[in-house]
């Protein structure tokens, strides 16, 4: 069973920069579209950014322009560069296949404080 553990979280000043990362296992993740999700406290997970398997991107236009997802498939990890964080950026982030396919890991907190 393929499993993904999701890292990098954390507290960080509104403006300040996180980068998270994602760790599949099993030998499939470069054929995988992966992606990036979110879920804020009484709030439904949304996606936030979807890479290809070439490194296409899409992101949500909330998040455009100031995050950065990438895909390094030698070492079966996606990335997410956080930028100019803002506290409706607070949220578990978690990381799947575009179709959620696998099952959900533990996700990774991340907290923006103003």
């Known amino acids: 069973q393929v499993q993904v553990v999701e890292s990098g979280g954390g507290l960080v000043q509104s403006g300040g920069s996180l980068r998270l990362s994602c760790a599949a296992t099993?030998?499939?993740?470069?054929?995988?579209?992966m992606a990036w999700y979110r879920q804020a406290p009484g709030k439904q997970r949304e996606l936030v950014a979807s890479?290809?398997?070439?490194?296409?991107?899409n992101y949500a236009d909330s998040v455009k322009g100031r995050f950065t997802i990438s895909r390094d498939n030698a070492k079966n990890t996606m990335y997410l560069q956080m930028n100019s964080l803002k506290p409706e950026d607070t949220a578990v982030y978690y990381c799947n296949t575009r179709s959620s396919l696998l099952n959900w890991g533990q996700g990774t907190q991340v907290t923006v404080s103003s």
């Open positions: 099993g030998n499939r993740f470069r054929f995988w579209v």
């Open positions: 890479i290809t398997s070439d490194s296409s991107t």
